[in-house]
Nanobody
Framework: QVQLVESGGGLVQAGGSLRLSCAAS????????MGWFRQAPGKEREFVAD????????SYADSVKGRFAISRDSAKNTVYLQMNSLKPEDTALYYC????????????WGQGTQVTVPS
């Protein structure tokens, strides 16, 4: 089992920045990649970004490319999501997730942290 705890959400004005953190514990050695997803009210959960644990390869949703950056600190078992130039449409509950295989589904999920960007 892998436990994930997100932090860093909050209310920020449009154009501002936030950094989300996701601390992993438990069987973290089994982690292949970690990612961030988000779900806005009335919408389906969507992929935001992910990063492989060993090589640090990253991928992003088109909607956040150039504004968000995912990174990891292996020593702290923590993944970060730096969010810049925030827009009202970035308002959502942001979830951290982990998967143990290269092509498999995300197996573990955090409880989420709310990000609100007023229009």
């Amino acid at each position: 089992q892998v436990q994930l705890v997100e932090s860093g959400g909050g209310l920020v004005q449009a154009g501002g920045s936030l950094r989300l953190s996701c601390a992993a514990s438990g069987r973290t050695f089994s982690t292949y990649a970690m990612g961030w997803f988000r779900q806005a009210p009335g919408k389906e959960r969507e992929f935001v970004a992910d990063i492989t644990w060993s090589g640090g390869s990253t991928s992003y949703a088109d909607s956040v490319k150039g504004r968000f950056a995912i990174s990891r600190d292996s020593a702290k078992n923590t993944v970060y999501l730096q969010m810049n130039s925030l827009k009202p449409e970035d308002t959502a509950l942001y979830y951290c997730a982990a998967r143990t295989t290269r092509l498999g589904p995300y197996d573990y999920w955090g409880q989420g942290t709310q990000v609100t960007v007023p229009s």
